[in-house]
């Protein structure tokens, strides 16, 4: 009876715990953020806004999304993560274009997901000179993205993917396909 309680307690904690956290980063953060009902953003997650081109960095949480605890969300454009889905603790998102993250997806901690590169083809001008590039990053909804995972630019992972741990994602990936290694390649298709 007693274990029962503890439980019942510790869930009633951490359900008041994250209410309270998703409080104070619409607040903090506010008006760049839309939080859906049933959303919530965990403790120390944290914005870093690049203002490029005069763009503020905008994120919308669908219901029932949720970013865990210390996650970085840096860049100036357009972050959506769809209904139910999750970024795991110490995860970094970087977007200056737009990512958006589909419903029912699962990413591990310490995912890298970034829309953006540094230019570097001039040998005549250091490269923190020659600006950036983007291209939209695509998660489809169902998609599985294992620990330390790193997705680039313009990428666009299909529907039910799972991409293995430590996996850097170049290309995009097919639905159902699941990839690993470094670059990422077509290990199988779920059945």
Not at 25 to 35: A, C
Not at 69 to 85: A, C, H, M, V, Y
Not at 153 to 162: N, P
Request: charged share 20%; aromatic share 10%; proline share 4%.
């Amino acid at each position: 009876m007693f274990l029962k309680l503890c439980k019942i307690y510790t869930k009633l904690i951490q359900k008041l715990s994250n209410k309270w956290w998703t409080i104070v980063f619409k607040v903090k953060y506010f008006p760049f953020v839309k939080i859906e009902r049933g959303a919530f953003v965990q403790k120390d997650v944290k914005c870093i806004f690049f203002w490029i081109n005069n763009k503020p960095l905008r994120i919308i949480l669908k219901e029932k999304a949720n970013i865990r605890s210390n996650t970085i969300i840096q860049g100036s454009g357009i972050l959506e993560i769809g209904k139910n889905s999750f970024i795991g603790s110490y995860s970094v998102i970087g977007v200056n274009e737009k990512i958006i993250i589909g419903n029912n997806v699962m990413i591990a901690h310490n995912v890298s997901i970034r829309d953006t590169d540094h230019k570097f083809n001039r040998t005549d001008l250091p490269m923190i000179q020659q600006g950036i590039s983007t291209a939209p990053v695509v998660i489809e909804d169902d998609v599985w993205i294992g620990h330390g995972a790193i997705i680039t630019k313009g990428v666009k992972i299909g529907k039910g993917a799972i991409v293995a741990a430590g996996a850097v994602v170049t290309k995009d990936v097919p639905p159902y396909a699941v990839v690993g290694g470094v670059p990422a390649k077509i290990i199988k298709y779920r059945k």
